[in-house]
């Protein structure tokens, strides 16, 4: 065989391959939901930043055509698939939605034992703790939110009904933007310190 031969037969082999190799780019790199995702220098997904069923597609992404072929095989139809991804185990590492619903409960705790007639040295622990929260948040996005809601809206701490007030309203403003269900804010002090009237907490 002669070297002109040899060379147009690398030529065809190089140009098959090539094709394959996008159709096989085309089939893994879909595009997410348009979502705000933080990622680090290497464009790893964020968990924390991101809800755990957009996550587990970002990482779905990573795989070979083979195994994203086969792990759609496993599953009946598309909703199988969401449900199995949608199960979070209690030992994984946080998601986007599980990092904002625990920080809600902790920072509504937080507001519900806060003293009646705070001094100001409570009052100022309280202020720093509330201004440095967007600036150690892990949720980028998130952080950016609650920060400028600080700004139009700073925290009322000059007693536990006022801040627990101030709490039930920067949550609403989130709910309000997240279009999920507001909360009457009369009923904060009972939702997070007293238990409900009917005593089903007790």
């Not at 893994?28 to 939901?33: A, G, L, N, Q």
């Not at 464009?43 to 069923?53: A, E, H, K, L, Y």
């Not at 990482?59 to 598309?78: A, G, P």
């Not at 952080?143 to 309203?169: G, R, V």
Request: aromatic residues 10%; negative net charge; hydrophobic residues 30%.
């Amino acid at each position: 065989m002669s070297i002109f031969n040899i060379y147009n037969s690398f030529l065809v082999f190089i140009n098959s391959h090539q094709l394959s190799f996008l159709k096989i780019n085309n089939i893994i790199e879909k595009p997410v939901d348009n979502i705000h995702t933080h990622h680090s220098q290497a464009d790893v997904p964020c968990r924390s930043c991101t809800d755990f069923q957009t996550f587990s597609r970002m990482r779905r992404q990573e795989f070979s055509q083979s195994q994203v072929q086969s792990l759609n095989s496993q599953s009946k139809d598309n909703k199988d698939e969401t449900k199995v991804l949608e199960h979070q185990r209690d030992d994984c590492p946080l998601d986007k939605d599980e990092l904002g619903r625990s920080t809600w409960k902790l920072l509504h705790t937080i507001a519900a034992t806060y003293s009646d007639e705070p001094s100001q040295e409570d009052q100022s622990n309280m202020e720093q703790f509330i201004r440095l929260i967007p600036k150690v948040y892990p949720c980028e996005v998130c952080a950016n939110d609650f920060s400028e809601i600080l700004t139009y809206h700073p925290p009322n701490i000059s007693s536990q009904k006022s801040f627990a007030k101030w709490m039930c309203e920067v949550h609403n403003m989130v709910n309000r933007k997240l279009e999920k269900p507001l909360f009457d804010c009369s009923n904060i002090n009972e939702r997070w310190r007293d238990g409900w009237a009917d005593g089903h907490c007790d």
